[in-house]
């Protein structure tokens, strides 16, 4: 099958568990979630096969800015699937399902513009320690952007039936900052083995990414240290976590995009 068909076939399936999902919500919002489950399982085994189709080439690694992201959706949906994170995964689908699927048609209609990358084992460290951290901070933007929903419910005392099925603020909190946790190790991994890889970051254009990317890291470990020690949370943790995962998205995506599609590189 060509990557188009598999990149349709798996909109299709994220679009069904969409549906099924908000229209479910809607008629009571603590439904049995048995069916959702195994409809976005297969969906996303869709996307993993549609991901290695994508990006695999017999030369090396096709890593261009939609096969890139492609890659990141599949990562950050087969985590939230995970046992781990089961407590967001009602609510966080209703943001992933669009997202994803929107990608894959992207992907379906356009080619991959960035030259093959050869598939050496220092290139695979730093690509899959990369691709955690980044999947892990769009997740803990995703957590913030769901404890201010919180927060305005109780501020405002409005009632919102998806926001109204989470834990409790305390419970999302402390999984926000897990998940931070775990981003910030994975995102020094990467950082670390990314000067290891690259040799001159000025002529292999990257300058700007290793600058957003540790401005990232530093919000993160300055709101780690807080947390730790002068126990923040609230507003401010939810502020600290968007300004990294912004850094990070100008970073990543932004150098890329202008890489491929203004310079042309």
């Known amino acids: 099958m060509t990557n188009s068909l ?3 076939i798996t909109v299709t399936l994220y679009s069904a568990a969409f549906v099924y999902q908000t229209s479910q919500a809607r008629r009571n919002p603590t439904f049995d979630i048995l069916r959702l489950k195994y409809l976005t399982a297969v969906a996303v085994l869709m996307h993993g096969g549609t991901t290695i189709s994508l990006i695999t080439h017999p030369d090396g690694l096709d890593l261009s800015l939609i096969n890139v992201c492609v890659l ?4 950050v949906n087969t985590l939230v699937m995970t046992k781990q994170l089961d407590t967001i995964l009602n609510t966080l689908y209703v943001l992933l399902f669009p997202v994803s699927g929107t990608l894959l048609l992207v992907a379906a209609v356009t080619a991959g513009s960035k030259p093959i990358m050869p598939a050496s084992p220092a290139l695979q460290a730093h690509v899959v320690s990369s691709m955690l951290a980044y999947s892990l901070i ?4 995703l957590q913030a ?7 305005r419910q109780l501020k405002f005392k409005s009632q919102n039936k998806i926001v109204s099925t989470l834990p409790s603020l305390e419970v999302m909190e402390k999984l926000l ?3 931070i946790f775990l981003s910030e190790v994975l995102l020094s991994i990467s950082l670390v083995s990314g000067f290891f890889f690259y040799d001159n970051l000025q002529e292999q254009k990257l300058l700007h990414k290793v600058a957003f990317s540790s401005m990232a890291w530093l919000c993160f470990a300055i709101l780690l240290f807080g947390r730790l020690f002068k ?3 609230g507003p401010l943790a939810i502020r600290l976590t968007w300004i990294s995962f912004i850094c990070l998205a100008l970073g990543f995506v932004g150098t890329k995009f202008v890489l491929e599609y203004i310079l042309k590189i």
Request: net charge positive; glycine share 4%; hydrophobic share 60%.
């Open 6 to 8: 598999l990149s349709l």
């Open 72 to 75: 990141t959706a599949f990562i």
């Open 138 to 141: 769009t997740i803990s933007s």
């Open 145 to 151: 952007l769901l404890i201010e929903l919180q927060i």
């Open 177 to 179: 900052f897990r998940i």
């Open 231 to 233: 126990g923040w949370r």
